[in-house]
Structures are given as C-alpha cells and as structure tokens.
C-alpha cells in the first residue's frame, strides 16, 4: 500500500476521531480548498508536501507517521481517564506515537 493510499484510507477516519469534523471545516484550518482534502481521501494527490500533512496532522492530533505510514483502523476502546485525558492533551501525538513503537517492539 504506498502513501497515498495510506493518507486516503486515514484521513477520513481520523476526521470522524476529531470530532466530526468535515472536509470542509478541515480545510478552512489547514489553508486548502474543501476538493484538496477530497482528493487526498480520493488518493488522488501523488505528493501532497510535507508542510500541507503537517498542518493536517497539528489539526488531526496525529503525527506525520500516524497519519502517513500505516493504514489505520478505527476501534472503540475503553481507557482509564487519566491515559484518555493524556492521549486528548497538547502531549497526545507524541504519547500515541510512543505507544505504537513500543507495541511493534519484539518482547
């Protein structure tokens, strides 16, 4: 699955995560047209810029690898409040990001 696919299968579900937000509401956050973000999901957009996925990921809560790397599938899981409340604070990418590198390490 290259990148593009990755960003298209992703963003969508990510969007949902973030409150709901919609396509259009997302562009308006990141500087972008509402097709811009349709063609990212549409994987439609060979090289979007690494600037462009920044702001999206800061608007997402998400990482460039998290948003970018790997497919993600959305769950609901039950967490203790106070791991909830770290994954929603300004420290959540990077607590998340962690969380997934220690989960792929051998044991």
Known sequence: M???DVI???????????DRIGQLELAQRVGVSR????RLEK?????????????????????LPVLMERKLKAVTL????????LLASPEGPQTLEAMIGA???PR
């Open 78 to 85: 039950a967490l203790p409040e106070d791991v909830s409340a």
């Open 8 to 18: 298209s299968a992703n963003l969508p579900i990510l969007r949902e995560i973030c």
């Open 35 to 38: 097709r811009t973000i349709a």
């Open 2 to 4: 290259g990148r593009t």
């Open 103 to 105: 989960a792929r390490r």
């Open 43 to 63: 994987a439609e957009v060979a090289d979007p810029g690494v600037d462009l996925m920044t702001r999206i990921g800061a608007e997402l809560g998400v990482t």
